[in-house]
């Protein structure tokens, strides 16, 4: 028997939009995707620096990190990439009930798992952000050295080499991660989040 057909969510006393209320600005998800290598990583623990002296609420959830623990079960499968995704959509979603701006970093490949975690959300509360470099600058990059090995057949199931990524259609921001500084890509992300009016410390109700 499922165990979430013995089980009710129970309504908190505090909600999401009292949190916002105290933290002076709206919570969301910042989803960076693109491929190893591509900077997804680096953006999303710049603009969490960024916003940290903005005086807001953040979190990221980095792809290395959350596979050493919450998701250390997983290999790189199809399916258990698509469970990868799944988990990281529900913490990232408790993480904006809780009021915060939610930054996940992972490749995420597949446009069907990306469209069903921004399908959890709230409409609006899922910003796409796509960290567009070519496959040839990540390569060139190859920080961790997994390029090499993934071309020498060392590493299976790699995204961009022996699987494939699925770059989004229609994302809310895209950034030339392998042409621009760091600095005019968080720019461009923090631009963006004042356009939605996230720092106007008043709740819309989410």
């Keep these: ?9 129970h309504r908190a006393t505090i909600t999401r939009t009292h949190r916002e209320r105290l933290n002076t ?7 960076f995707t693109g491929f190893s290598g591509s900077g997804k990583s680096t953006l999303a623990h710049a603009v969490e620096d960024r916003l940290y002296h903005m005086n807001c609420r953040t979190f990221v959830l980095d792809g290395d990190n959350v596979r050493q623990g919450l998701c250390s079960d997983l ?29 996940t970093a992972f490749i995420s490949p597949f446009r069907t798992d990306r469209q069903r975690a921004r399908g959890i959300f709230p409409h609006g509360d899922f910003i796409e952000i796509f960290c567009d470099a070519s496959l040839d600058v990540c390569e060139q ?15 299976k199931e790699f995204t961009g080499i022996s699987s494939p990524y699925e770059a989004p259609l229609n994302p809310e921001l895209s950034i030339p991660t392998g042409e ?24 819309d109700g989410g």
Excluded at 1 to 9: E, G, L, P, Q, R
Excluded at 77 to 103: F, H, P, T, W, Y
């Design 1 to 9: 028997m499922n165990s979430s057909n013995n089980t009710v969510w």
């Design 25 to 31: 600005h709206h919570a969301l998800v910042l989803w």
């Design 75 to 103: 290999g790189f499968s199809v399916q258990d990439r698509s469970e990868n995704i799944r988990r990281i959509g529900e913490a990232a979603k408790l993480l904006v009930e809780s009021g915060v701006i939610a930054m």
């Design 180 to 203: 621009w500084p760091i600095e005019d890509c968080v720019d461009r992300v923090i631009d963006y989040l004042r356009q939605r009016n996230v720092f106007s410390g008043e709740s």
């Design 141 to 155: 990059r190859d920080v961790k050295g997994l390029y090499r090995r993934a071309r020498a057949g060392e590493v």
